[in-house]
């Protein structure tokens, strides 16, 4: 496996053939793992992106913190069979003068709860699909809503890449995998566990927004609702606990392909 950190080094490392994408901030779980793995499977080229995006995270966000340990990445990376680990730095990805966005314009709980994250993430994924010029990007269900305003962006602004939707990793007692969950005490994970389990409960009600909300079992949503991508609902939830924001998602009727 190659790392370059320079977009002239990562220009010289891409070959024929068909390309998988996977847009990363580091932090890898088995969820990033079985992203990379299906790319592995789907392309000849493997590219994984390493970057903690600034432009995403808002002024109560957790940059700061977020957690970093790019040798663990790199070496879980490498086993993963990935061919070339893309790490740049935010001067490489944002220049100075550096003044264009991508500002889907997005709906839900997400884009009112984080103004500006979805501007960053289109932005910052939108390069790295000119950089990388993927067949294939490959992202996890868990980040539903950003699944939706990529396909969005794609469509609309006819980038030539398939964005391909894998199911939500979880740990044994059904809690999602995040990068964040590192930051839960014990008993904040606990509690965390009321997520899965209420969205579960509203997965096959009859009124699952109700149901969930219903469930919560003392934990305080920031939101609740019924989300369309590309002709599949999804019951989405995000929640605090402690410092920790977290968010999930159930797929209640359809398919994310
Ligand atoms: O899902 C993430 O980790 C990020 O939002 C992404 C897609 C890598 C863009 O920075």
């Known amino acids: 496996m190659r790392i370059v950190r320079r977009v002239t080094e990562l220009r010289l490392a891409l070959h024929d053939g068909r390309r998988g994408l996977v847009p990363t901030m580091g932090a890898f779980h088995e969820g990033h793992l079985s992203l990379m793995r299906a790319a592995r499977a789907q392309c000849e080229q493997v590219v994984v992106s390493l970057f903690v995006n600034p432009a995403q995270f808002g002024a109560r966000d957790d940059m700061g913190r ?27 990805m944002y220049p100075e003068g550096f003044d264009t966005w991508v500002d889907v314009d997005a709906t839900g709980g997400e884009a009112r709860a984080r103004p500006g994250h979805f501007r960053g993430v289109a932005t910052v994924c939108l390069k790295l699909f000119n950089l990388v010029r993927p067949d294939v990007a490959f992202f996890g269900q ?7 305003v990529l396909r ?18 979880r740990d044994a ?20 566990l009321g997520l899965p389990r209420a969205l579960e409960a509203g997965r096959t009600a009859h009124d699952p927004v109700a149901a969930a909300r219903a469930a919560l079992n003392g934990l305080e949503a920031e939101y609740v609702e019924l989300l369309d991508v590309d002709g599949a609902t999804l019951l989405t939830a995000a929640a605090r606990v402690g410092s920790t924001r977290l968010i999930d998602n159930v797929i209640v009727e359809g398919e994310l392909a």
């Open 142 to 148: 868990k980040d539903a809503q950003q699944v939706a």
């Open 173 to 192: 007692a059904g809690l999602a995998l995040s990068s964040r969950n590192a930051y839960l005490t014990e008993a904040e994970r606990q509690r965390a």
């Open 66 to 92: 977020y957690p970093r340990d790019e040798e663990r990445d790199a070496s879980l990376a490498e086993e993963a069979g990935v061919d070339v680990l893309f790490v740049p730095s935010p001067q490489e």
């Open 152 to 169: 969005r962006m794609v469509r609309d602004l006819n980038v030539g890449v398939h964005i391909r939707v894998l199911p939500t990793v």
